[in-house]
């Protein structure tokens, strides 16, 4: 067996074995260890993924064929992942780490079920990216869902189940688009597997059949959108991130939502290229996204609620990205649902840090919290700096090789449309800044001392992660241009 | 030769970073270190001239697909700007020694000036147009701490609008450096040497120029940076920020690309509009920062009609003006410091007669706004000189003659300030001049203004190499 056969193996395997042991020690005993464990799961997969990538990437090949232990002797191969999927893989990980970091300070009832719903949604997210049919992908999609409404809701608290129950009724509807989209597309292809659906399914003669394979695609790419938050779907997401605890929103906020919607939507464009209508639908939501996104966090009061809907906003980069419809613009909105990751994710540390010290959100109660918390306050410069797409960090770079896919297929005035607009996001940077860090110290947090703990860790190491890709994505090209992508 | 201009890009940058570290145990170490990073700038530049002038062009290259290969080169542009900067701000740490003393934060402000300055560096020598872009963005960032030091209400407005006015400016530029990418495949400047250049491009490009350099009708966030400390003006105005702007139209204007003629028609009007409206604001102002800051806007404009008629007389004028502005003005505002530091009140109808408790300060002042003014012997007299004849070369007497009605009102206007700060009856008696750090950087940088004039041969000799690369 190959390394990378072992190595493949994990993704399922890690998760579910955590699982298993979490809930046969009993509570109290794990009490202590349980976060620990899971973070431990979190690095194990990020370890793996990269070293998976590396492989697979030295092998040559495209993509690598796997399946559980005991059928993969019998040669059958139904899971695959590719370089994508192992980048999205190693994403998934990363986060998962920083929420168990965070988790340590904010989690303190239900840390096993924190662990448990932890797993399970690893779990999903994990099956998502290595299976090889529509139907299964939603299968895991849905564990992912159930995982994160009953996240959302674990304190049962109004605000809590409030946000749990939105989220939930429009993945219902999401649901039944995606449901209803697949045994449409059934009908028309005959399979849902990745190997059997072409972009023929759409040219041709017009007739019923096709007809239903392009409704499918438009419920397909709605259903995917909720579920991604982009704009005109996005309502319940501020919602769920603001009421679920810091470390939860961490996971929907810097994966969650990424896997499961957007990935989602990639599999459509990787599996129909040169679909225009597709990638009009997604050039419209895209821009959409981002202009609406920016405005409402423009207009928030709590930190929590600007970070959420600049993840709405930045979403709409990443499916410009896809809808370029190129390789190059594949690897750009990779590239920035990574360097999104990272800095959203800071966001939602540095909201963590403050409720934990402040006991409150809002950024009209804060200011000049930069001469207490200077770590904090350097974390959220840093992060929406690169949400911002100001050199040199992260976020600059993977913002312009977007432009710069976009601009090569032709689509010169949504580029420059989504160049300008990221002027939005430097306006709530600054508004929030303004608010909360920069400016004299308002009197009523004199006594407040910066965090400390597994959330400045997690601060200090996103904050890294963000200026040190961005001064060293040179590398990332070399890289790229060596593996031929670009 | 490429390990010189490393380290004359990367010391300030690199340095910038450390210096909040070394503060937080000894913070004189600190402002030594502020001082040398920005000097070892300098000594760089200095010692890279000879090569320059012997026509060589070190120049270090990171080849990347997509057209984005990184490069930094040093040639007799980038090496004069270089050396203009670096001088000036090695002056004004010097200064702010004194000035920011007591104040909190200083931590801060030592990295972002340092970073200012390296960002400076690096925009200088940058070959690529993307380069250029990072190095102008982290120009912002820093601008942006620097003008809300204070940290009052007020200054973090001023703060932010100079932020969304540069960025936005910026963005919009990269549009143009997009358009120019997608037609010719490449952000290397070194690779798109005499390129036609979209006209649609230049316009797009301009506008982050005029933004940058603060020329009207994007000028307003200039004088509304006043708010912050005097050392942080002076850099913005005279060492780094607004000099970008005109640097940059010098390097992809003048120098690399060619464009529509119609453009050296255009600019230099726009300069002539932005020059006589901000001479006017800054005939009526009484905040003695704001008389400044629109002197500023003024006479950068008449660095970009300079740089933008299209002939080597007015480009070298160009040049040498941004070394004498740069010198004079970087005065100008460190003396307007000394004083507005001392009374607190930056308004010059409650000054009065402080030639005898500023003596120094005074003196300072008047040779720096005789050079700004243009009287000769002073460097700013040889600049004007060549500009006004640039103007007159390229058959544009009435441009050359609103040059000229500017002169007299930058004469009008300062001799104002002048009389009504250091002349006439006395109105402070307790006032005087403290730091002696802050004193001498005036009167250096002063004496500086008439040396450069006696000696303006050497600058010009360098000057003049710019326009012999097209």
Known sequence: MSALAVITQLFLALPLLALVVNNLVPRETMRHTTIGMSAGVATAQLLAAIIGFVLLSASGESSFRFALAWDAAKGLGYFRVDLVTLFLLACVGLVSLIANLTAFTTIDDHRSSFTNLLMVMLLGMNGMLIVRDLFSLYVFMEVTGIASFVMIGMYKSTRDLEGAFKYMVLSMLATIFILTGLSLLFIKAGSLSFDLLRPALFEGVVDAKTLLSWVALVLLVSGYAIKSGVVPFHSWLPDAYESADSAVSIMLSGIVTKIAGVYSMLVLVRLFPGNMALRGTLLVLGLLTIITGALLALQQQSFKRIAAYSSVSQMGYILLGFAADTRLGIIAGLLYLLTHALAKTALFTNAAALEKRLGTLNVNEMGGLQAKMPVTAFSSVAALLSIAGVPPLAGFWSKLLVLIALWSAGLRGVAAAALLLSILSGAYFLRLQKKAFFGKLNPRWNSVVEITGGIQVSELLLSIATIAIGLLFPLVLLYLQHAGLV | ?470
Not at chain 2, 251 to 278: E, G, K, Y
Not at chain 2, 307 to 334: C, P, Q
Not at chain 2, 398 to 414: K, S
Request: glycine share 8%.
């Open chain 2, 1 to 470: 030769m490429q390990a010189t201009l490393l380290v004359c890009i990367f010391t300030p940058l690199i340095g910038a970073c450390l210096l909040p570290l070394i503060g937080q145990r000894a913070p004189r170490v600190r402002n030594l270190f502020s001082l040398l990073f920005v000097l070892a700038s300098f000594l760089c530049s200095a010692s890279l001239l000879p090569a320059v002038l012997s026509g060589s062009k070190p120049l270090i290259r990171l080849a990347l697909p997509l057209g984005l290969s990184l490069g930094f080169q040093a040639d007799a542009l980038s090496v004069f700007m270089a050396m203009t900067a670096s001088l000036v701000a090695c002056v004004i740490l010097i200064y702010s020694f004194g000035y920011i003393k007591d104040y909190d934060n200083q931590n801060e402000y030592y990295f972002m000036a340092v970073l200012f300055l390296g960002a400076m560096m690096g925009l200088v020598y940058s070959t690529s147009l993307i380069l250029l872009y990072v190095f102008w963005e982290i120009s912002a960032i820093a601008c942006w701490r620097l003008i809300g030091f204070y940290r009052e209400e007020l200054t973090i407005v001023r703060a932010n609008k100079a932020y969304v006015v540069t960025v936005f400016g910026a963005l919009i530029m990269l549009v143009g450096f997009l358009g120019i990418w997608g037609q010719t495949g490449t952000f290397e400047l070194t690779a798109m040497q005499g390129a036609h250049v979209p006209a649609w491009c230049v316009v797009l490009i301009l506008f982050g120029i005029l933004s940058k350099s603060a020329t009207f009708p994007l000028h307003s966030w200039l004088p509304d940076a006043g708010v912050a400390p005097s050392p942080v003006t002076s850099l913005l105005h005279a060492a780094v920020l607004v000099k970008i702007g005109v640097y940059a139209y010098a390097r992809l204007f003048a120098v690399t690309f060619t464009i529509d003629p119609v453009f050296t028609q255009i600019v230099p009007i726009i300069a002539a509009v932005s020059a006589l409206i901000s001479a006017g604001c800054a005939m009526v102002e009484t905040d003695i920062k704001r008389i400044i800051a629109y002197s500023t806007i003024s006479q950068l404009a008449f660095i970009l009609l300079g740089v933008s008629i299209g002939n080597e007389t007015g480009l070298v004028g160009g040049m040498l003006y941004i070394l004498a502005h740069s010198v004079a003005k970087g005065g100008l505002f460190l003396c307007a410091g000394i004083v507005e530091h001392n009374l607190h009140t930056k308004d010059i109808n409650q000054m009065g007669g402080l030639y005898k408790r500023f003596p120094l300060t005074a003196v300072a002042f008047a040779l720096c706004s005789l050079s700004v003014m243009g009287v000769p012997p002073f460097s700013g007299y040889f600049a004007k000189f060549l500009v006004v004849q640039g103007a007159l070369t390229a058959n544009q007497p009435w441009l050359a003659g609103v040059f000229i009605l500017g002169a007299f009102m930058t004469v009008f206007y300062l001799s104002r300030v002048f009389f009504k700060v250091f002349l006439g009856p006395e109105t402070n008696h307790h006032a005087h001049e403290k730091s002696r750090a802050m004193v001498g950087s005036v009167v250096f940088l002063g004496v500086l203004a008439l040396v450069l004039g006696v000696f303006i041969s050497l600058p010009a000799e360098l000057a003049s190499r710019i326009w012999g690369v097209l």
